[in-house]
């Protein structure tokens, strides 16, 4: 069977949520007999879609890649202040496309592909909901197709021209029942094949958390902060909690990993170490008092799930549903809304060692229980079959 993703940025460089979800499953697909093929941009940063990648295509582990270049780079301040205006008046359809069209990645020449080529290919797959090249390419594409929507309750969601997107595809691939629980609230899914899905989840063997102090000078207590770094993410007030929390307990240490789109104070015990490989990461995992993921938009959050694989407790931002579910449903963490709530669990835990030693044995089951890739590729075969 031949099947098409869409999405706007693909490469082992991209790190980004919904783009990585993407090759994740393109790839695992490939291994399970797919023929897998990616239609996406050259860009490879989303704040201003710059051509970087060659256009043409290549394969990548086993996944066709046709990239298309940009039409035109992204000014994200003017995008912003749009942004800002569109969601907070009275405004037309006309002007929900201008803003679709300075968010982008305008890509003609990438919904022209679509196009001509949809008949080379069995069903067609759109990561994420939010982009030029799902709104347009969801109307050039006739055949078969699914969404996977990782969606988030932002303002965007509610525009009117996402009725169109969401009442297009034949099928919907949610990450979490939280996700889709919020979309059915706003679009009627009653006549659409859908399943709850998410990723696969690696489960490493025999972590040794050891590893990481010794490459790294860092000792526990610490927590740890895997994503990308910036206000959006909720890192500013990660920060500025810890901080809090530092004066009275001076002993833990907040370690960040990950891209740095954000200015972070000088301080002896905040300590940035930039990207790792995956065997020092599941290494700091598996050594951290608990992971922090303070997004209050996320659908799905992989950091949360790694961290659960290695048994290590998460820490969440009650305002995200999904992840407050992975608390709830897996018992493998806890979740705040206010900086008193950020120290109480972090009292909690440096504490407790049974609760933290309990949520972890929880979090393994709950990864291998629902985010076990054999599963996953399972329902990505269900959904195929309904749709051919």
């Known amino acids: 069977m031949k099947i098409a993703f869409v999405v706007q940025r693909y490469g082992k460089e991209v790190l980004g949520g919904a783009e990585l979800l993407c090759r994740q499953i393109a790839e695992v697909l490939a291994e399970n007999g797919f023929n897998c093929t990616v239609y996406t941009t050259t860009a490879k940063d989303y704040i ?13 582990n086993s996944v066709v890649v046709k990239r298309y270049k940009v039409d035109k780079e992204r000014d994200i301040n003017v995008f912003n202040k749009y942004s800002d205006w569109i969601f907070a008046n009275a405004h037309t359809h006309e002007d929900e496309v201008e803003w679709m069209e300075q968010q982008g990645p305008v890509c003609s020449s990438l919904l022209d592909a679509l196009e001509k080529e949809e008949d080379e290919h069995d069903v067609f797959v759109f990561f994420t909901y939010l982009y030029y090249n799902t709104y347009w390419g969801l109307q050039r594409v006739k055949k078969r197709k699914a969404l996977v929507s990782t969606a988030h309750d932002e303002p965007a969601l509610y525009l009117d021209m996402m ?9 919907f691939m949610f990450n979490t029942e939280a996700e889709r629980n919020m979309l059915a609230k706003e679009f009627p899914f009653a006549d659409k094949y859908q399943d709850i899905v998410g990723v696969g989840v690696e489960i490493p063997e025999n972590v040794k958390g050891s590893l990481f102090s010794q490459r790294h000078g860092i000792f526990p207590p610490f927590i740890l902060y895997a994503g990308r770094i910036e206000p959006g993410k909720g890192c500013q007030d990660l920060v500025d909690y810890f901080g809090r929390y530092n004066r009275k307990n001076p002993k833990l240490t907040l370690v960040l990993i990950g891209k740095l789109l954000m200015e972070i104070p000088q301080h002896p015990k905040i300590k940035y170490l930039g990207f790792l490989s995956p065997e020092d990461k599941n290494a700091a995992m598996a050594s951290a008092l608990a992971t922090i993921h303070p997004s209050r938009l996320e659908s799905l959050c992989m950091a949360a799930l790694e961290s659960m694989a290695v048994k290590t407790p998460i820490l969440v931002q009650e305002q995200t549903e999904p ?31 049974r609760l933290r030693e309990r949520m972890g044995e929880n979090g ?17 075969k269900q959904m195929f079959a309904f749709l051919t």
Not at 341 to 352: K, M, S, V
Request: negative net charge.
């Open 364 to 380: 393994l089951k709950y990864v291998r229980d629902n985010y076990y890739w054999p599963k996953i590729v399972e329902k990505y």
């Open 323 to 353: 992840l407050k579910q992975h608390c709830l449903k897996g018992g493998s963490g806890l979740f705040y809304s206010n900086s008193e709530e950020f120290e109480a669990a972090l009292d909690l835990f440096l504490t407790d060692s």
């Open 163 to 171: 009725k169109q997107v969401f009442a297009l595809p034949d099928a």
């Open 48 to 60: 201003t879609w710059k051509n970087e990648y060659a256009s043409g295509e290549t394969v990548l």
